[in-house]
């Protein structure tokens, strides 16, 4: 670790104890700023990168419910304000037992970077609660819902903070936020993505992130004049980003083989065909099933379930040219990531969010593979949010090739500018470089613009 490095952690980990997703993604972005504070002392001076790791504002809250059996229940809310220098906090909310603070703070600084990575002007921010809803009656989401709006909505607003989904929160969650969203405020606007299409929302809202991460791959395998036709892949999750990843997959001819969920994978060596999909989708949008279920109707299929002895996680040891980890954060852990390169994986986009320790990372990039890291890989979500965000202000929807066509081009461009920006600091072909670079670079210049708030 240099010098630089070490100094920034140092002081990042002496004043966020206790928060190291949030260690783990700043000191990712950190070791590529190093090339460019070489060259520019002057975001040094401007103490830039102190400025960017302090979130601007940060709201916690408690949120009180009544489950089915009329007891009181208590979960606790977050939203992280974390830069607003190039447009309103815009960011997903992440339902789920394991939300903590360092989680979404972690979650907000990648956002910051992504969203100036998709050229739309919108800032980061992450937000949600250690609520989970598997599990929960429609009734219990639709309460806990309200109560976490009924404290979040006086924080946010169309030109102030707009948040979407992330994981536990789909157009069901959406739905049941603006509902009360739109009570309490007494508007209508656009104060949240993802939704529902007859009330504000985007055509391809739901399918932008997973599409997005294999326009990414299909980009990344065009520099060395390849394509994703006739390429088996691995996939892990099976919600909405694994779902619409799969789906692009075989719009582009490739085979996806495997889908997982917290409890364990399936393996289908066959391939995930158009109806398998749509049952595995049935099966966790409609009856939120596990996904062990699809093996008792695809019998050559095989289920195996987690086991919590082994140190890698065996999804990833399976003869594949791709890998598209669309689950979560570090599942992918050095020992995986190993045997993706010894099973002859060359192709890594990250559909979830730093799903990859970072010694994974060191390996893929050692390697030469063609890795996109999730804040340039996933930012087709973000980005069709913020085309919702411009239909809702012209009152005005786009067709669904409209937005496809819009969504193609900004993952193009993202993929462009991490391309370009790596090879001008010196580390062609390294995507983590282009896009942390490439990300900074234009909220940095807006910061320096804006003075000292
Ligand atoms: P969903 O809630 O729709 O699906 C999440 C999937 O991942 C489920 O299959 C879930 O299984 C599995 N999963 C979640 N946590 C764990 C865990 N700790 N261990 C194993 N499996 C787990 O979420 P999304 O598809 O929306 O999000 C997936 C990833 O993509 C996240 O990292 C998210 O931040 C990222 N992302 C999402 C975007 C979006 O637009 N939705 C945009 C950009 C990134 P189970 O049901 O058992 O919990």
């Not at 065996?314 to 993706?340: G, M, R, V, Y």
């Not at 559909?351 to 990859?356: D, E, K, L």
Request: charged residues 25%; negative net charge; aromatic residues 10%.
């Amino acid at each position: 670790m240099s010098d630089f490095v070490q100094e920034v952690m140092e002081k990042v980990k002496a004043k966020n104890p206790a928060q190291p997703e949030f260690h783990q993604a700043v000191e990712e972005v950190i070791q590529s700023l190093e090339l460019v504070m070489e060259r520019h002392p002057e975001y040094r001076k401007e103490k830039i990168i102190d400025r960017m790791v302090e979130p601007e504002r940060v709201v916690i809250f408690r949120v009180p419910w009544l489950d089915d059996h009329h007891e009181i229940q208590v979960n606790r809310g977050f939203r992280i304000e974390m830069n607003s220098a190039i447009g309103p906090y815009k960011g997903g909310l992440r339902f789920h037992s394991s939300v903590n603070f360092g989680i979404l703070k972690f979650l907000a600084f990648e956002q910051v970077f992504k969203n100036s990575l998709t050229t739309l002007p919108m800032g980061g921010g992450k937000g949600g609660s250690d609520f989970d809803p598997k599990g929960k009656s429609k009734n219990e989401v639709m309460r806990f819902c309200q109560s976490f709006m009924s404290e979040l909505y006086r924080h946010i607003g169309p030109n102030t903070d707009v948040p979407a989904g992330d994981i536990g929160v789909g157009g069901r969650e959406i739905g049941f936020l603006f509902g009360q969203y739109k009570k309490l405020s007494n508007e209508f606007t656009g104060v949240l993505t993802g939704k529902g299409l007859n009330w504000g929302g985007s055509l391809i809202r739901p399918e932008a992130t997973g599409y997005g991460a294999v326009y990414f791959a299909a980009e990344m395998l065009s520099t060395r004049k390849e394509s994703l036709k006739g390429k088996t892949c691995l996939v892990s999750g099976s919600g909405n980003v694994a779902q619409y990843t799969v789906e692009k997959i075989l719009d582009l001819g490739g085979k996806a083989v495997t889908l997982s969920d917290s409890s364990g994978y399936i393996y289908d060596e066959k391939g995930i065909d158009r109806d398998k999909l749509e049952y595995a989708m049935e099966l966790k949008n409609v009856k939120r099933e596990r996904i062990s279920e699809y093996v008792k109707k695809y019998k050559e299929a095989v289920y195996i379930p987690v086991d919590p002895s082994l140190d890698y996680n065996p999804l990833w040891d399976h003869k594949a040219e791709c890998a598209f980890p669309s689950a979560t954060q570090n599942e992918i852990n050095e020992k995986d990531a190993q045997n993706l390169l010894n099973n002859g994986v060359y192709v890594v986009s990250e559909g979830a969010n730093m799903p990859t320790v970072q010694e994974g990372v060191k390996l893929f990039i050692d390697k030469g593979i063609l890795y996109g890291p999730g804040k340039a890989a996933n930012a087709g979500g973000v980005a069709v949010s913020g085309l919702e965000m411009s239909q809702n202000s012209m009152r005005l929807p786009w067709t669904r090739e409209e937005v496809d066509n819009r969504l193609q081009m900004i993952m193009k461009d993202i993929h462009q500018t991490c391309w370009d920006v790596a090879e001008k600091y010196g580390t062609k072909g390294n995507y983590i470089n282009g896009a942390n670079i490439g990300g900074f670079l234009k909220v940095a210049d807006a910061m320096i613009d804006q003075g000292l708030v």
